[in-house]
């Protein structure tokens, strides 16, 4: 852990430099238009207010005659939609903008993503069996295209889907891959996270010690970057660990330092 670094977070210097532009001069500018989307999505908590960048961006590229263009929108829409709870409707835009995507000839990369994007759709439904087949299909566009970190996700992903059939070995190997290539790229965020979902499986399956060994490692990692939040469920699940062992006062201890970071995030 300690070769992971805490570096600025640039993404809210990003946001607000985006929102000084004139909206006049921001509508110009499709990509624009997405990337502030994006950031209000996963970075401030705000779909229904990245659903508007989106659309604006989908009716811009519609007027440059950038079909593509539209399409990707599209699919950030369907994330959108995702993510305010609206899973049926995100597979729907999802599976429509893949479509246009595959039909307008894309960029590997973006269909990949649309793809890897309904696949989690498809797991907020409950369909896991759909989920995977997809994730695994975006795992393979990934692969071919050298993109690691998307690698390392997918992994991730299709451990937490496997875990949910209860498929807890096939699941230890997709987090080992994704563990080492956080490893390997230094993204200590994702190393706690993965470590965090290793530590539930193994809980799931009684080996409380070594899954005590992942929480901590992933709580570890979390405080030296300052997440809290990942600080939070590591905290929970160490908790987790001693009620199952009913060590009840060490497990009080665990989930009030959980609530505490839960709060300050």
Not at 84 to 94: H, K
Not at 129 to 152: M, P, W
Not at 207 to 235: K, M, P, V
Not at 238 to 255: K, M, N, P
Request: with cysteine; aromatic share 8%; proline share 2%.
């Amino acid at each position: 852990p300690s070769c992971f670094k805490s570096t600025p977070n640039s993404t809210l210097t990003l946001n607000h430099w985006l929102a000084e532009i004139p909206e006049p001069e921001l509508i110009q500018r499709p990509r624009l238009l997405l990337l502030r989307g994006r950031i209000l999505n996963w970075d401030l908590g705000e779909p229904k207010l990245a659903m508007v960048f989106f659309e604006r961006a989908q009716a811009q590229f519609r007027q440059q005659d950038d079909l593509t263009g539209a399409a990707e929108a599209q699919m950030w829409q369907a994330v959108s939609l995702r993510i305010m709870g609206r899973a049926q409707e995100s597979i729907s835009l999802a599976t429509k903008a893949l479509d246009q995507l595959t039909s307008l000839k894309a960029d590997d990369q973006i269909i990949a993503l649309a793809i890897r994007n309904r696949g989690i759709a498809h797991w907020t439904t409950g369909n896991i069996t759909a989920a995977l087949r997809d994730i695994r299909q975006a795992l393979e566009l990934f692969e071919r295209l050298g993109d690691k970190y998307s690698v390392g996700m997918c992994h991730h992903e299709i451990g937490v889907f496997l875990v949910a059939q209860g498929n807890i070995s096939g699941a230890d190997q997709h987090y080992r891959q994704a563990l080492h290539i956080w490893e390997t790229l230094g993204n200590a965020n994702a190393l706690a996270n993965t470590l965090n979902s290793l530590g539930v499986s193994l809980q799931m399956i009684g080996r409380y010690d070594e899954a005590r060994q992942q929480f901590n490692e992933s709580l570890e990692i979390a405080l030296q970057i300052g997440a809290t939040r990942r600080a939070a469920f590591a905290q929970a699940g160490i908790g987790d660990t001693y009620l199952e062992l009913q060590e009840y006062e060490r497990a009080i201890e665990a989930y009030t330092k959980s609530t505490d970071f839960a709060q300050e995030a």
